[in-house]
């Protein structure tokens, strides 16, 4: 059994995978693709992958509000990917907001640069305090 921090992982994986086959002409179904990370079904990664697709343009608009000088289409697939499950635990979940920033940092930790991470924690931190 994993734990969040990998279910989060998996989740953002899948939603990785996502963006970069909504610009291509390949067909996919997010069910499949959560199959392919998660060999059993999963309810929080379900809905984390559901609940940011879901809300992907209002996620965008906060995440745009709080990025200085930025904008999340210009962020990496993944990092946008990773700030996009922030802002989701963040606004629409009970996820403790401590847990929801510092699970976001520690895997932009792991695939991102330390600016980025830096930008994506002062992000979180500003929708923490404006928005929660």
């Known amino acids: ?23 291509t002409s ?7 693709l959560i199959k392919e990370q998660l060999e ?11 609940g940011v697709i879901t809300n992907q343009d209002k996620i965008s608009s906060i995440a745009n509000k709080y990025l200085m000088d930025w904008n999340i289409d210009r962020l990496s697939k993944v990092d946008k990917a990773i700030l996009s499950i922030g ?13 929801a920033i510092n699970e976001a940092v520690e895997l932009s930790k ?18 923490y305090h404006n928005e929660v």
């Open 1 to 23: 059994m994993k734990n969040r921090s990998e279910l989060r992982e998996i989740s953002m994986k899948v939603l990785y995978q996502k963006y970069i086959l909504e610009n």
């Open 26 to 32: 390949t067909s996919y179904d997010i069910p499949s």
């Open 40 to 50: 059993v079904e999963n309810d929080f990664v379900n809905e984390l992958v559901n």
């Open 87 to 99: 802002i989701y635990e963040l606004i629409y979940t009970d996820t403790p907001s401590v847990v």
């Open 110 to 127: 792991k695939y991102s640069d330390e600016k980025v991470t830096k930008m994506l924690n002062a992000a979180l931190d500003k929708v």
